[in-house]
């Protein structure tokens, strides 16, 4: 508890001060980086603090935990000249007890933001204990003596932010929705949305509706990343868009043909269709922008955001990668088990998982040829797959019945639940909630992933119709489903993601701001090859050599060599050995190369060299004294070959 | 059953009329964030792409000189004016605001200028000036009135030296300036002679600098290699330093006061601490022919040097090697070099007779910025520190395209000193008697003697 201690030794120090530290950070990571502005403008205000000062700003304005804080501070101020001089160290008992009860308080508050800094250490662990096996930052041994008091401001500026990241929780302004039971007898899973209609105000009681849409069905759909926008496609061609709070609508037309698949893009200004033969792009009226026939016959559709990518799969069992803001095809992978109907992207790491007829699901990355990893996760085809946005659990339903959770940090299975029948689509909220359609109904399980929970949260029948496509709509406590009767929308609390970053995605973005976040989102393009299992792999530090990496790619390629002739790609590519004295035709060979270049075939022409060399010295007999004779002093060892 | 369903009013989270700002909520879950490692890469990336674009380092080229610039001085009482000296004896005062010549003397000295240094004190506008000529010539632009001849004005003073001068700094705070010629001589402004002279060991000093914090020290550089410092107090010297090669300028750091940058003949920039010479602070190199002159920003962080391979190099004190270059097609050896003391531009005087203008952080731009773009600012300065080790970024933010000449000359420098380093340590290697390494910060000293 050692890095405990000294956090909450350094909140103590803080105190007041850094009531207005805990200002919301720029960006994501680069509160580290406002850290040290903000510094001076906290001491200063710790300086001159009153026991009760009057709030400046709505940042000064102490919450609830900071007073306690602050006076935590008053009291480790009182504490010091105690310590310091042996005469007030003898004050009376009573005044130690005020403090120390004083103190109790602060205590609880310091943990609670401990607890609240998990979060935001971003797998660092900076405040480690070593209990995890990993070395705390400060206890890494750097030899530069001029890096060592760099890492240490680095790491301090760390918990600086940590903490503040922690502390700024309380300028959140929402609250998370929620559904509990109160008696005994109470149960969530029992409430209608009739009865959740009642007890919800009027803005709330708008997001209930079911839209009959019979003719066109089953539909399948899609939300914006602000939730703001509904994107809606009938099997047999029907498209629309819609603003669903409003119930404004969009673009509404018929491509006379089959949908299977339907994905906004990087805003509600264009989205994309899986048709019968190929994929099509969108505009937000409803022209249409593009034809990728590159994606033939698709059935799944799935959009990266950060690299504007689109990913698709179809008939033809292919994994496609498309750049959609230059049109160029990234990747496109095989995993040869068939056609394909499940593909999710991983929002964490923008990995996209396919579920397979064989009950596989393999990873993708879109410059890997192979899958990042392959899981074998149901005994029959998998039927439905959805992953949460920490990137920590993955759920899969199977046409063998099972719906498993899955931990896919280290592709492990946790749970397994059932469903009458198989589940036909599987959701995970923002805030976890689990939703699972299948048949006619809509189930909905809370806290599902971390544990197994007996009942479900929340449950939803509508008769004599079939689920097919299930979505939570981000930042809003509402699920919204297609089926071969249309489309619903039920407000299912505690869903969604109470506190949204305007930075990040805006439910109430107007125009000005969504052109501006356009550009942002294009300057930010990130490569494709930026995705991989673990998203923070850039900028570390590689701890090998310069001379360590270079001999292992040379080994690697040397293996790429061994493999490729193996398969008889270079035949007549050897190094000949002609054995001419004791200059060999390698040797030469690699004397004749520049020395700088070091390839493949060089490698071996030393190799081999070396190689000869030794043998050479193995053949060199050594002649016994007695052979010698009288002549035996004017031996040359070296000459003495066979 | 309690119940309870997210539910934003729209008036909450819209503005009510036009001119009201837009509220825009932050939420810094990581897990609102994903891929931010890999997005602020990108967005270093793209700073460190636009640092670059924006890099437009040269600002002006002051010309009306008509030899080449061997003497510069900065006002530390005027931001705006500078005092060059040329070849041909001329002096010439500029406004770097307005970026003309607001005052000259065509004649101030016979041959070259060799030194200019303001006289402290704002409330005159006092300068000196030494020349080959042996002459040191006290110049106001307000009191020298006008010569006969109609162009040159008339000098405040004159001092008589018994050498050709080759360097002059003024005290910071008395009425006292020293000169270097053969020896180094201190004049009182009052009287016709020195006042004292200071010598160790016999050959012509290069320059003299007086420290202009702890006023009583002084350093010169003289031809027989020799950095030598003085103390006024006691009129006698302090310390002597003998490096492999002479030394042409000594710069104090205004700062700290007893750390101070020599410019040496073999390529490098060095910085002392006086208190202990037997080894360099640091050693600055990345030039490929001799420095001529150094200066220290009015922070003490930075440097800016100036060489006789034709380019203006900017350092990090602390750095071994130049965070920028400066170079121009037009622009001849540089003798003499400036950091402005706004911290903000550099001046450059080079052979080719012109004053040369240059901002110190080339991408940087003046004038008032709002909030949100010095925000942006910071935070791109931000990303760039953090990616800098990256290749890709490191890449993009080094790269810098010099001349030919330089880029060859580099190239070969950098051949001979990796074989000279190879053939050291292949000495030492197969020494028998256990030879230790020579640290790089002391192998161009041969020897310190203290007094």
Same mark, same amino acid.
Request: proline share 4%; net charge positive.
């Given at each position: 508890?050692?890095?405990?201690?000294?956090?909450?030794?350094r909140?103590?120090?803080?105190?007041?001060?850094?009531? +207005?530290?805990?200002?919301?950070?720029?960006?994501?990571?680069?509160?580290?980086?406002?850290r040290?502005?903000k510094?001076?403008?906290?001491?200063?205000?710790?300086d001159?603090?009153e026991?009760?000062r009057?709030?400046?700003t709505?940042?000064?304005?102490?919450?609830? +935990?900071?007073?306690a804080?602050?006076?935590?501070?008053?009291?480790? &101020?009182?504490?010091?000249?105690?310590?310091?001089?042996?005469?007030?160290?003898?004050?009376?008992?009573?005044?130690?007890?005020?403090?120390k009860?004083?103190?109790?308080?602060?205590d609880?508050?310091e943990?609670?933001?401990?607890?609240?800094?998990?979060?935001?250490?971003?797998?660092?662990?900076?405040t480690?204990?070593?209990?995890?096996?990993?070395?705390?930052?400060?206890?890494i041994?750097?030899?530069?003596?001029?890096?060592?008091?760099?890492?240490?401001?680095?790491?301090?500026?760390?918990?600086h932010?940590?903490?503040?990241?922690?502390?700024?929780?309380?300028?959140?302004?929402?609250?998370?929705?929620?559904?509990?039971?109160?008696?005994?007898?109470e149960?969530?899973?029992?409430?209608?949305?009739?009865?959740?209609?009642?007890?919800?105000?009027?803005?709330?009681r708008?997001k209930?509706?079911?839209l009959?849409?019979?003719?066109?069905g089953?539909?399948?759909?899609?939300?914006? +990343?602000?939730?703001?926008?509904?994107? !809606?496609?009938?099997?047999?061609?029907?498209?629309?868009t819609?603003?669903?709070?409003?119930?404004?609508?969009?673009?509404e037309?018929?491509?006379?043909?089959?949908?299977?698949d339907?994905?906004?893009?990087?805003?509600?200004?264009?989205?994309?269709?899986?048709?019968?033969?190929?994929?099509y792009?969108?505009?937000?009226s409803?022209?249409e922008?593009?034809?990728?026939?590159?994606?033939?016959?698709?059935?799944?559709?799935?959009?990266?955001?950060?690299? @504007? /990518?689109?990913?698709?799969?179809?008939?033809?069992? &292919?994994?496609?990668?498309q750049?959609?803001?230059e049109g160029?095809?990234?990747?496109?992978?095989?995993?040869?088990?068939?056609?394909?109907? !499940?593909l999710?992207?991983?929002?964490?790491?923008?990995?996209?998982?396919?579920g397979?007829?064989?009950?596989?699901?393999?990873?993708?990355?879109?410059?890997q040829?192979?899958p990042?990893?392959?899981?074998?996760?149901h005994?029959?085809?998998?039927?439905?797959?959805a992953i949460?946005?920490?990137g920590?659990?993955?759920a899969?339903?199977?046409?063998?019945g099972?719906?498993?959770?899955?931990?896919i940090?280290?592709?492990?299975?946790?749970?397994?639940?059932?469903?009458?029948r198989?589940?036909?689509?599987?959701?995970?909220s923002?805030?976890?909630?689990?939703?699972?359609?299948?048949?006619?109904?809509?189930?909905?399980?809370?806290?599902?992933?971390?544990?197994?929970?007996?009942?479900?949260?929340?449950?939803?029948?509508?008769?004599s119709?079939? !689920?097919?496509? /299930?979505?939570? !709509?981000?930042?809003?406590?509402?699920?919204?489903?297609?089926? +071969?009767?249309?489309?619903?929308?039920?407000v299912?609390?505690?869903?969604?993601?109470?506190?949204?970053?305007? @930075?990040?995605?805006?439910p109430f973005?107007?125009?000005?701001?969504?052109?501006?976040?356009e550009?942002?989102q294009?300057?930010d393009?990130?490569?494709?090859?930026?995705?991989?299992?673990?998203?923070? @792999?850039i900028?570390?530090?590689?701890? &090998?050599?310069?001379?360590?990496?270079?001999?292992?790619?040379?080994?690697?390629?040397?293996?790429?060599?061994?493999?490729?002739?193996?398969?008889?790609?270079?035949?007549?590519?050897?190094?000949?050995?002609?054995?001419k004295?004791?200059?060999?035709?390698?040797?030469?060979?690699?004397?004749?190369?520049?020395?700088?270049?070091?390839?493949?075939?060089?490698?071996n022409?030393?190799?081999?060299?070396?190689?000869?060399?030794?043998e050479?010295e193995?053949?060199?007999?050594?002649?016994?004294?007695?052979?010698?004779?009288?002549?035996?002093?004017?031996?040359?060892?070296?000459?003495?070959?066979? | 059953?309690k119940i309870?369903?997210?539910?934003?009013?729209?008036?909450?989270?819209?503005?009510?009329?036009?001119?009201?700002?837009?509220?825009?909520?932050? =939420?810094i879950?990581?897990?609102?964030?994903?891929?931010?490692?890999a997005?602020?890469?990108?967005r270093?990336?793209?700073?460190a792409?636009?640092?670059?674009?924006f890099?437009k380092?040269?600002?002006?080229?002051?010309?009306?000189? #008509?030899?080449? #610039?061997y003497?510069?001085?900065? =006002?530390p009482?005027?931001?705006?004016?500078?005092?060059?000296?040329? *070849?041909?004896g001329?002096?010439?005062?500029?406004?770097l605001s307005?970026?003309?010549?607001?005052?000259?003397?065509?004649?101030?000295?016979?041959?070259?200028?060799?030194?200019?240094c303001n006289?402290?004190?704002?409330?005159?506008?006092?300068f000196?000036?030494?020349?080959?000529?042996?002459?040191?010539?006290?110049?106001s632009?307000?009191?020298?009135?006008?010569?006969?001849?109609?162009?040159?004005p008339?000098?405040?003073?004159?001092?008589?030296?018994?050498?050709?001068f080759?360097? #002059?700094d003024h005290?910071?705070s008395?009425?006292?300036?020293?000169?270097?010629?053969?020896?180094?001589?201190?004049?009182?402004?009052?009287r016709?002679?020195?006042?004292?002279?200071?010598?160790? *060991? $016999?050959d012509?000093?290069?320059?003299?600098?007086?420290?202009?914090?702890e006023?009583?020290?002084?350093?010169?550089?003289?031809t027989?290699?020799?950095?030598?410092?003085y103390?006024?107090?006691?009129?006698?010297p302090?310390?002597?330093?003998?490096?492999?090669?002479?030394?042409?300028?000594i710069?104090w750091?205004?700062?700290e006061?007893?750390?101070?940058?020599?410019?040496?003949?073999?390529?490098n920039?060095?910085?002392?601490?006086?208190?202990?010479?037997?080894?360099?602070?640091?050693?600055?190199?990345?030039?490929?022919?001799?420095?001529?002159?150094?200066?220290y920003?009015?922070?003490?962080?930075?440097?800016?040097? *100036?060489?006789?391979?034709?380019?203006?190099?900017?350092w990090?004190?602390?750095?071994?090697?130049?965070?920028?270059?400066?170079? $121009?097609?037009?622009?001849?050896?540089v003798?003499?070099?400036?950091?402005?003391l706004?911290?903000?531009y550099?001046?450059?005087?080079?052979?080719?007779?012109?004053l040369?203008?240059?901002?110190?952080?080339?991408?940087?731009?003046? *004038?008032a910025?709002?909030n949100?773009?010095?925000?942006?600012?910071e935070?791109?300065?931000?990303?760039?520190?953090?990616?800098?080790?990256?290749?890709?970024?490191?890449?993009?933010?080094?790269?810098?395209?010099?001349?030919?000449?330089i880029?060859?000359a580099?190239?070969?420098?950098?051949?001979?000193l990796?074989?000279?380093?190879?053939?050291?340590?292949?000495?030492r290697?197969h020494?028998?008697?256990?030879?230790a390494r020579?640290?790089?910060?002391?192998?161009a000293?041969?020897?310190?003697? =203290?007094?």
């Open positions: 508890m050692a890095a405990t201690d000294k956090l909450s030794a909140l103590r120090n803080e105190g007041e001060g850094d009531a +207005s530290g805990g200002t919301f950070a720029k960006g994501n990571v680069s509160h580290t980086a406002r040290a502005d510094d001076d403008a906290t001491n200063t205000a710790a001159d603090s026991d009760e009057v709030p400046r709505l940042r000064d304005a102490p919450a609830k +935990s900071d007073r804080l602050a006076t935590a501070k008053m009291n480790g &101020r009182r504490d010091k000249p105690n310590k310091s001089s042996k005469a007030r160290a003898k004050s009376t008992d009573k005044e130690e007890s005020k403090n009860e004083k103190k109790r308080v602060p609880k508050l943990k609670e933001i401990l607890a609240r800094s998990e979060k935001y250490q971003r797998g660092l662990k900076l480690s204990t070593g209990d995890d096996g990993k070395e705390p930052v400060a206890a041994k750097v030899r530069s003596k001029k890096a060592q008091p760099k890492i240490e401001h680095e790491k301090r500026r760390r918990e932010a940590i903490i503040d990241a922690a502390r700024s929780e309380m300028l959140l302004t929402e609250q998370a929705g929620y559904l509990e039971a109160e008696g005994e007898m149960r969530t899973y029992k409430v209608t949305q009739d009865q959740l209609a009642d007890s919800l105000d009027i803005n709330s708008a209930i509706f079911d009959k849409l019979e003719e066109f089953p539909y399948v759909m899609d939300y914006t +990343s602000n939730g703001r926008h509904l994107l !809606v496609g009938g099997r047999k061609g029907h498209l629309a819609m603003d669903w709070r409003s119930g404004r609508l969009g673009a037309f018929h491509v006379r043909e089959t949908i299977r339907v994905c906004w893009l990087h805003n509600e200004n264009l989205f994309a269709v899986a048709q019968k033969r190929y994929a792009i969108y505009d937000h409803g022209a922008v593009h034809c990728l026939q590159k994606h033939v016959e698709p059935t799944a559709l799935g959009f990266l955001p950060f690299h @504007f /990518l689109l990913a698709s799969t179809g008939m033809t069992g &292919r994994l496609m990668y750049d959609v803001t160029r095809i990234i990747g496109e992978h095989k995993p040869g088990y068939g056609p394909n109907h !499940v999710k992207v991983n929002p964490y790491n923008a990995v996209v998982h396919m397979h007829g064989n009950g596989i699901v393999t990873m993708w990355s879109p410059r040829s192979q990042l990893a392959k899981m074998l996760c005994k029959g085809p998998v039927q439905a797959m949460d946005r920490s920590t659990y993955m899969t339903s199977g046409l063998d099972s719906l498993k959770i899955w931990d940090r280290n592709f492990k299975s946790l749970h397994e639940y059932s469903t009458m198989p589940a036909q689509s599987l959701d995970i923002q805030r976890g909630l689990l939703a699972a359609g299948w048949g006619a109904n809509v189930t909905v399980w809370k806290d599902a992933l971390v544990s197994k929970v007996d009942a479900p949260y929340m449950k939803r029948l509508l008769p119709t079939t !689920v097919s496509d /299930l979505r939570f !709509v981000p930042y809003d406590d509402v699920l919204g489903y297609g089926h +071969s009767s249309g489309i619903s929308s039920i299912i609390p505690g869903a969604g993601e109470p506190n949204f970053d305007a @930075f990040v995605a805006n973005e107007t125009t000005k701001q969504r052109q501006e976040a550009v942002k294009l300057l393009k990130l490569a494709p090859e930026t995705i991989q299992h673990d998203p923070t @792999f900028g570390r530090l590689d701890p &090998r050599s310069r001379d360590e990496r270079q001999l292992e790619l040379l080994e690697s390629r040397r293996d790429q060599y061994a493999k490729d002739k193996a398969d008889g790609k270079y035949l007549d590519n050897e190094v000949k050995n002609k054995m004295g004791r200059n060999s035709s390698a040797k030469r060979f690699a004397r004749k190369r520049a020395n700088n270049i070091m390839d493949l075939k060089k490698l022409a030393i190799e081999s060299a070396e190689k000869a060399k030794l050479n193995a053949k060199r007999r050594k002649i016994p004294e007695s052979e010698k004779g009288a002549l035996g002093r004017f031996y040359d060892e070296k000459r003495a070959t066979d | 059953m309870k369903a997210l539910s934003r009013s729209t008036t909450e989270y819209t503005r009510e009329t036009k001119s009201d700002i837009q509220l825009l909520p932050r =939420n879950d990581p897990e609102l964030h994903p891929l931010e490692r997005r602020e890469y990108k270093a990336l793209n700073a792409k636009l640092e670059r674009m890099a380092p040269f600002l002006a080229s002051l010309s009306g000189h #008509i030899d080449g #610039i003497a510069m001085a900065k =006002n009482w005027d931001l705006d004016s500078v005092v060059t000296g040329s *070849g041909d001329e002096l010439r005062m500029w406004s307005s970026q003309e010549t607001i005052w000259r003397a065509p004649e101030a000295h016979r041959g070259i200028v060799k030194g200019v006289i402290p004190g704002g409330e005159t506008d006092r000196l000036s030494v020349g080959t000529d042996k002459l040191a010539k006290v110049w632009r307000s009191e020298s009135s006008v010569a006969s001849d109609g162009v040159t008339e000098t405040v003073a004159t001092y008589t030296g018994k050498h050709a080759s360097g #002059i005290h910071r008395r009425p006292l300036f020293a000169t270097s010629s053969s020896l180094v001589e201190i004049w009182d402004v009052d016709s002679e020195p006042i004292t002279n200071l010598t160790w *060991g $016999a012509t000093i290069n320059t003299v600098k007086m420290n202009q914090t006023v009583n020290v002084l350093a010169t550089c003289g027989d290699r020799s950095i030598i410092l103390d006024l107090r006691t009129n006698s302090l310390a002597k330093l003998v490096m492999t090669l002479s030394t042409n300028a710069s750091n205004p700062m006061a007893f750390m101070f940058a020599t410019a040496n003949e073999d390529h920039v060095y910085t002392f601490d006086m208190r202990r010479m037997d080894h360099a602070v640091n050693v600055l190199r990345d030039h490929v022919s001799a420095v001529m002159d150094v200066d920003s009015p922070t003490g962080l930075e440097l800016v040097s *100036g060489s006789y391979d034709r380019s203006v190099r900017l990090d004190v602390n750095k071994g090697h130049s965070r920028d270059i400066y170079h $121009a097609k037009r622009m001849q050896r003798f003499c070099v400036k950091y402005t706004d911290n903000n550099v001046l450059s005087g080079s052979d080719d007779s012109n040369r203008l240059w901002r110190a952080r080339a991408s940087q731009r003046m *004038g910025k709002s949100r773009e010095r925000g942006a600012i935070y791109a300065e931000k990303l760039k520190d953090r990616f800098a080790y990256v290749p890709e970024v490191r890449k993009v933010l080094q790269h810098r395209n010099v001349p030919k000449g880029k060859k580099s190239r070969t420098k950098q051949d001979m990796q074989s000279r380093k190879r053939k050291e340590e292949n000495e290697k020494d028998k008697s256990g030879k020579v640290p790089e910060r002391k192998k000293i041969l020897g310190v003697t =203290n007094k």
